[in-house]
């Protein structure tokens, strides 16, 4: 630190010494420029005490403006504009001294008017021209600087945020990058230079930029572009082997104080999705501010993210419920720790499962929750698959559960995260999915809470998802394994899923089932593909993909919406209600009532028979249901 701040104060000396000098000569050379009309023995006195004045004032005001505190090497325009200010306003200082003093009796003869402005004219000039010239050797010294190791650097985007990055690269310590040329689609742009770099070409043109310079990373400046934008060029560069970084958002990057370069990161998987990311939250929400809420599921990766976003919405109480406690302490720790200023907010985590009503009612009674997000559920297929009665007593008794605690308790709403693989189900996961939907519309029929579901694809990133399987594959070598060439599927990001959660808890009035518009849905073939290129492999070449067959209860594509169901447009473009399909609810009842000793004994054969009677389009029977026998013998009321 002592080195540090012995070389800044040399720096401070060096450049007031400079500038000692260059004011000194301005001065002196605006008298030498009046010498032929004026004899200099009359003028003796008046020369060297306005001299002495003229050093002095400009000296004490360039400390004052700061401008011995700035890094000349890395001035922009604002700094010249302030050398000019601290000009302006020596000048005028020193008129208003020597004017008023620098007169008879003190001096003969007083400073002549174009001493004043050829002076400070030189003054101002030579002292903005040391510092611009400072700043041009400084950036030609480093601007090309290349060294072992250097990475040749392509910028996509030559705007602000592009020329902001290509400074920063520049005054990187190691100098680690040489940036080659830019790309960018404004055929205005193409051909001309920023900071003597060239902008060579559009981003259609980059993969033949990336041959012809031998580019190693490509840096995507586009912060304001669209998703859609981004997904077009960030395919494009994927096509390459450079290793691809990106610059943050426009929110972020404008707000942040930290340097660009610290701010760049590595291009997500995210930024293939191929559309929008949708907003579906719209204006600051207030909708849970001052209420209990509870979240079940508050350890994974959904219910983790709402955790985050609910907190945002600044709650009385948040209580979070889950039966793995490591899970559950990291989200509690990680809100404690980031809380900031929503320390009022109450936090309370549960160790319990949705299974145990007795326990989930004492936690209801005694946090008395207003609204509730049911994000608690078995979602991995082929898993589901080989333990039916295990999705059965998670997913629709755990649902059933909470729905009944949420009712004898009050709540204003419950919300409960539903999939794209209820809809016309083909496996077992699937199937307790829809019947967690009829246990959804049922309670709406009957309950004052408000009971809603909310339907969407696979979630980008999410625990037990596909992305970070693959990523585990390329880290290993490979290969990728994707069931089938043609399997495709919606994907969203964590954030559209949640802003989806939240909304419909919002604007919810009981029984609907909200879905959100997620574009087309995507190959997992062009996803692996393009995971690979990301990670700077070839696919087929450096990492292979391989081919394995569907798995149990897989299908190779999903629906957002059944037959039955139409869409009504919400007040949000994005996001819209399945019309609700008829239930009898006390139907419905009776057959859980049926179906629930069935997995109490691990009863797998007749837990799938009630399954494929439950939900019709799960599958055909050959044989006529216990349940159908059973209810044929007259209603027996709803039974706990």
């Given at each position: 630190?002592?080195?540090i701040?012995?070389?800044?104060?040399?720096?401070k000396?060096?450049?007031?010494?400079?500038?000692?000098l260059l004011i000194?000569?301005?001065y002196?050379?605006?008298w030498?420029?009046l010498m032929r009309?004026?004899?200099l023995?009359?003028?003796?006195?008046?020369l060297?005490?306005?001299?002495?004045?003229?050093?002095?004032?400009?000296?004490?005001?360039?400390?004052?403006?700061?401008m011995?505190g700035?890094?000349?090497?890395y001035?922009?325009?604002?700094?010249?504009i302030?050398?000019?200010l601290?000009?302006?306003v020596?000048?005028?200082v020193?008129v208003g001294?020597?004017?008023f003093?620098?007169?008879?009796?003190?001096?003969?003869?007083?400073?002549p008017?174009?001493?004043?402005?050829?002076?400070?004219?030189?003054?101002?000039?030579s002292?903005l021209?040391?510092?611009?010239?400072?700043?041009?050797?400084?950036?030609?010294r480093?601007?090309r600087?290349?060294?072992?190791g250097?990475?040749k650097v392509?910028?996509?985007?030559?705007?602000e945020?592009g020329n902001?990055?290509?400074?920063?690269?520049?005054?990187?310590?190691?100098?680690r990058?040489?940036v080659?040329?830019?790309?960018?689609?404004?055929?205005?742009k193409?051909?001309?230079?920023i900071q003597?770099i060239r902008?060579?070409?559009?981003?259609?043109?980059?993969p033949?930029?990336?041959?012809?310079?031998?580019i190693?990373i490509?840096?995507?400046?586009?912060?304001?572009?669209?998703?859609?934008?981004?997904?077009?060029i960030?395919n494009?560069c994927?096509?390459?082997?450079?290793?691809?970084k990106?610059?943050?958002?426009?929110?972020?990057?404008v707000?942040?104080?930290?340097?660009?370069?610290?701010?760049?990161t590595?291009?997500?998987?995210?930024?293939?999705?191929?559309?929008?990311v949708?907003d579906?939250?719209?204006?600051?929400?207030?909708?849970l501010e001052?209420?209990?809420v509870?979240?079940?599921?508050?350890?994974?990766?959904?219910g983790?993210?709402?955790?985050r976003?609910?907190?945002i919405?600044?709650?009385?109480?948040?209580v979070?419920?889950?039966?793995?406690?490591?899970?559950?302490y990291d989200?509690q720790?990680?809100?404690l720790?980031?809380r900031?200023?929503?320390?009022?907010?109450?936090?309370?985590a549960e160790?319990a499962s949705?299974?145990?009503?007795?326990k989930m009612?004492?936690?209801f009674?005694?946090?008395?929750?207003?609204?509730?997000?049911?994000?608690?559920a078995?979602?991995?297929?082929?898993?589901m698959?080989?333990a039916?009665?295990?999705?059965?007593?998670n997913?629709?008794?755990?649902?059933?559960?909470v729905?009944?605690?949420?009712?004898?308790?009050?709540?204003?709403?419950f919300?409960?995260?539903?999939?794209?693989k209820?809809v016309?189900?083909i496996n077992?996961?699937?199937?307790?999915k829809?019947?967690c939907?009829?246990?959804?519309?049922?309670?709406g029929?009957?309950?004052?809470t408000d009971?809603v579901?909310?339907?969407?694809g696979n979630v980008?990133g999410s625990d037990g998802?596909?992305?970070?399987?693959?990523?585990?594959?390329i880290?290993?070598?490979g290969?990728?394994?994707?069931?089938?060439?043609?399997?495709?599927?919606?994907f969203?990001t964590i954030?559209?899923?949640v802003?989806?959660?939240?909304?419909?808890?919002?604007i919810?009035?009981?029984?609907?089932?909200?879905?959100?518009?997620?574009?087309?849905?995507?190959k997992?073939?062009?996803?692996?593909?393009?995971l690979?290129?990301?990670?700077?492999y070839?696919?087929?070449r450096?990492?292979?993909?391989?081919f394995v067959g569907?798995?149990?209860?897989?299908?190779?594509?999903?629906?957002?919406?059944?037959?039955e169901?139409?869409?009504n447009?919400?007040?949000?473009?994005?996001?819209?209600?399945?019309?609700?399909i008829?239930?009898?609810?006390?139907?419905l009842f009776?057959?859980?009532?049926?179906?629930?000793?069935?997995?109490e004994?691990?009863?797998?054969?007749k837990?799938?028979?009630?399954l494929?009677?439950?939900?019709p389009?799960?599958?055909?029977m050959e044989?006529?249901?216990?349940?159908?026998?059973?209810?044929a013998?007259?209603?027996?009321?709803v039974r706990?």
């Amino acid at each position: 630190m002592g080195s540090i701040g012995s070389k800044t104060r040399h720096r401070k000396v060096l450049l007031m010494l400079a500038d000692f000098l260059l004011i000194s000569l301005s001065y002196l050379g605006s008298w030498v420029i009046l010498m032929r009309r004026i004899e200099l023995a009359d003028y003796f006195l008046t020369l060297t005490l306005s001299a002495a004045s003229f050093i002095i004032i400009f000296l004490i005001v360039f400390l004052i403006f700061g401008m011995y505190g700035s890094l000349w090497r890395y001035a922009e325009a604002h700094e010249f504009i302030k050398c000019l200010l601290a000009t302006l306003v020596a000048a005028g200082v020193f008129v208003g001294v020597t004017w008023f003093w620098l007169q008879p009796p003190v001096v003969s003869v007083r400073v002549p008017i174009t001493v004043y402005f050829l002076s400070s004219m030189m003054a101002g000039i030579s002292t903005l021209f040391l510092r611009m010239a400072y700043r041009a050797y400084r950036m030609t010294r480093i601007g090309r600087k290349t060294s072992a190791g250097t990475k040749k650097v392509m910028i996509v985007g030559a705007g602000e945020t592009g020329n902001a990055v290509l400074l920063d690269l520049y005054r990187e310590p190691k100098q680690r990058f040489d940036v080659i040329c830019f790309a960018d689609d404004d055929i205005n742009k193409i051909g001309r230079k920023i900071q003597r770099i060239r902008v060579e070409g559009s981003t259609e043109e980059i993969p033949k930029l990336v041959s012809k310079h031998g580019i190693d990373i490509i840096i995507l400046a586009i912060p304001a572009a669209s998703n859609a934008q981004k997904s077009r060029i960030t395919n494009i560069c994927a096509k390459t082997k450079c290793q691809l970084k990106k610059v943050p958002d426009l929110y972020t990057f404008v707000t942040d104080a930290t340097s660009i370069v610290a701010q760049i990161t590595d291009v997500s998987i995210d930024d293939l999705l191929g559309r929008d990311v949708v907003d579906v939250r719209g204006q600051k929400s207030d909708y849970l501010e001052g209420k209990v809420v509870m979240v079940t599921g508050a350890g994974g990766s959904i219910g983790s993210e709402l955790c985050r976003q609910v907190m945002i919405q600044r709650p009385k109480c948040l209580v979070m419920i889950d039966i793995s406690e490591n899970n559950l302490y990291d989200i509690q720790q990680e809100l404690l720790r980031t809380r900031g200023r929503r320390k009022s907010i109450q936090l309370h985590a549960e160790v319990a499962s949705v299974r145990d009503e007795n326990k989930m009612d004492l936690i209801f009674e005694r946090y008395r929750p207003e609204v509730v997000y049911h994000a608690a559920a078995h979602k991995h297929v082929p898993l589901m698959e080989s333990a039916p009665e295990e999705a059965v007593k998670n997913n629709i008794f755990g649902t059933l559960s909470v729905a009944r605690c949420a009712d004898r308790h009050d709540v204003l709403r419950f919300v409960m995260i539903s999939t794209d693989k209820a809809v016309n189900p083909i496996n077992v996961m699937g199937a307790t999915k829809r019947v967690c939907e009829m246990i959804i519309q049922s309670m709406g029929q009957v309950s004052k809470t408000d009971f809603v579901a909310v339907r969407f694809g696979n979630v980008l990133g999410s625990d037990g998802s596909v992305i970070p399987l693959f990523k585990d594959q390329i880290a290993a070598g490979g290969p990728v394994t994707v069931t089938h060439p043609d399997i495709i599927r919606y994907f969203m990001t964590i954030s559209e899923a949640v802003s989806l959660v939240l909304i419909a808890g919002e604007i919810a009035r009981g029984g609907e089932i909200f879905v959100l518009d997620m574009g087309e849905p995507v190959k997992i073939l062009d996803l692996a593909e393009s995971l690979i290129r990301l990670s700077g492999y070839e696919p087929y070449r450096d990492i292979g993909i391989k081919f394995v067959g569907l798995r149990p209860g897989e299908k190779l594509y999903e629906e957002l919406l059944m037959d039955e169901e139409g869409l009504n447009r919400t007040e949000n473009q994005k996001v819209f209600i399945g019309s609700p399909i008829k239930i009898s609810p006390d139907y419905l009842f009776e057959a859980l009532h049926v179906l629930k000793p069935f997995a109490e004994n691990n009863d797998r054969d007749k837990i799938v028979d009630m399954l494929h009677k439950l939900v019709p389009e799960y599958g055909e029977m050959e044989n006529v249901s216990v349940l159908e026998k059973i209810l044929a013998q007259g209603p027996i009321g709803v039974r706990d």
